[in-house]
């Protein structure tokens, strides 16, 4: 499965300056799910979270796009430093949940649309859809994050057998969001 990150459209991209603030070692507080509904917060998933520390950290932009805001999920404080090591410019390290931001959302938050191409087989690509991701950073340093996510429907390879993010974003039209995550962290330390 494929991803891509905003297009710009609508996007009013971070720099270094405002993704600072937002730096640190976090651990989870709490992590819902719901599968059913973007109206409400689901049940909590906290206790079958095998990474319930991550770390927020800046991102290049390769040379040629702006720096973006990526969240790196770890075992413990001891790990996320580890991660944060092994992180450079083209890839981050194994995770298992990793979040990428790349635009203001308001004070205090950041933002994303990430489109997912699904995966294609026998010339349909199903599976696909697209996240709106916010971040928030209260003034006690906690961050939430609401994830909402919107299926695209079954849609065709384009002519050389790939499925593509612009394709799935279209499929997603007139499609409700029918998963709500909800990430919840109290600061630790700083990078």
């Given at each position: ?11 009013d991209f ?156 279209k499929a ?20």
């Open positions: 499965m494929c991803g891509s990150e905003d297009s710009g459209a609508a996007c971070l720099d270094s300056s405002s993704i600072g603030p937002f730096e640190g070692i976090y651990q989870f507080t709490n992590i819902t799910i719901n599968t059913g509904s973007c109206m409400v917060e689901g049940d909590s998933v906290l206790s079958m979270e095998t990474e319930p520390y991550f770390y927020l950290a800046e991102r290049s932009g390769f040379g040629i796009l702006p720096p973006s805001l990526m969240l790196i999920t770890c075992a413990d404080v001891a790990n996320c430093r580890e991660k944060l090591a092994q992180q450079d410019e083209f890839i981050g390290p194994a995770a298992d949940r990793i979040f990428s931001f790349s635009c203001h959302g308001g004070p205090n938050q950041v933002s994303s649309t990430i489109s997912n191409t699904g995966f294609g087989m026998d010339g349909v690509c199903t599976g696909g859809h697209v996240d709106e991701q916010l971040l928030e950073r209260a003034a006690d340093g906690s961050i939430r994050i609401e994830v909402r996510v919107t299926p695209a429907g079954d849609y065709p390879q384009d002519r050389e057998g790939f499925c593509s993010t612009d394709a799935s974003e997603t039209r007139g499609n409700s969001c029918n998963e709500y995550q909800v990430f919840s962290g109290d600061f630790i330390e700083s990078l």
